[in-house]
């Protein structure tokens, strides 16, 4: 979750243990230091509970022709869709929408220093974690309900009766959201695959599990499972790095 921040807040450069650098607001730097600790301590009493762990990337930013609370409902599915999957009693996903994840004014680089401190783990091998799973196009058509029929026309017929029914939609719509713009990205872009923060996530997952085959008490055998789209990752997927998102330090 993104919001803008303050144009006057004092930018500084922060670097995490597995040397990505965010340029962030320095005065949410205790704030975010507190939510990693409430989040690795929800995560470790989720595993004191005998669970797996997973971490769930999945775009929120409106970035494209999206919709900030349509994609927020798209997590929410797709956390229950993969718990169901494997059983609610044995893993747990931990959704990047979650209000406990807020950050007040905080801007993109803000989230993903929180996000990449947590996953990157207190050791740079995301210790806190069993696996990793990115949203991909099935996510979003099994919220959207699609079937591989007239697919266009569903989401037209989505948008069409959201802005009726929602209020917070339909001022989306009345301040520049078009239903050709929403239409097209829930239809061909909506995954991971076009989210800025799930870039930086992606590189943090493939960092944390080259530094696993690298230590010799970890290994190729004890990498991070990487799922995309409810299938797994092969290897040369996993291992290439992509494009940064928000990464990157602050300009001289």
């Not at 990693?36 to 005998?50: C, E, S």
């Not at 927020?72 to 599915?77: F, G, P, T």
């Not at 740079?124 to 696996?131: A, R, S, Y």
Request: proline fraction near 5%; hydrophobic fraction near 40%.
């Amino acid at each position: 979750m993104t919001a803008n921040a303050p144009a006057n807040a004092a930018k500084t450069t922060e670097c995490t243990k597995i040397n990505l650098c965010y340029c962030v607001n320095s005065d949410l730097k205790a704030t975010i230091d507190t939510k990693v600790v409430r989040l690795r301590q929800l995560l470790a009493d989720q595993r004191k509970a005998g669970k797996l762990v997973g971490y769930m990337s999945v775009p929120l930013s409106p970035s494209g022709g999206g919709n900030f609370d349509v994609n927020k409902e798209v997590a929410e599915s797709a956390k229950a869709a993969i718990e169901k999957r494997f059983g609610a009693e044995y893993l747990f996903v931990l959704n990047p929408g979650t209000p406990d994840a807020d950050l007040p004014n905080g801007s993109g680089a803000d989230y993903m220093l929180m996000w990449t401190t947590l996953l990157e783990g207190p050791n740079g091998l995301g210790e806190d974690l069993d696996f990793a799973y990115f949203v991909g196009p099935r996510d979003f058509a099994r919220y959207f309900a699609l079937d591989g029929t007239a697919d266009l026309a569903k989401i037209n017929r989505y948008f069409d009766e959201r802005v009726k029914a929602n209020p917070a939609f339909e001022k989306a719509v009345k301040d520049g959201l078009s239903r050709n713009a929403f239409r097209n990205y829930y239809a061909l872009k909506a995954s991971t695959a076009f989210s800025r923060g799930a870039h930086d996530e992606w590189n943090i997952i493939r960092t944390v599990n080259e530094r696993r085959r690298n230590d010799p008490k970890l290994g190729i055998a004890n990498q991070l499972p990487v799922l995309f789209d409810g299938l797994g990752v092969a290897p040369s997927g996993w291992e290439a790095n992509v494009s940064d998102g928000y990464a990157g330090r602050c300009a001289p």
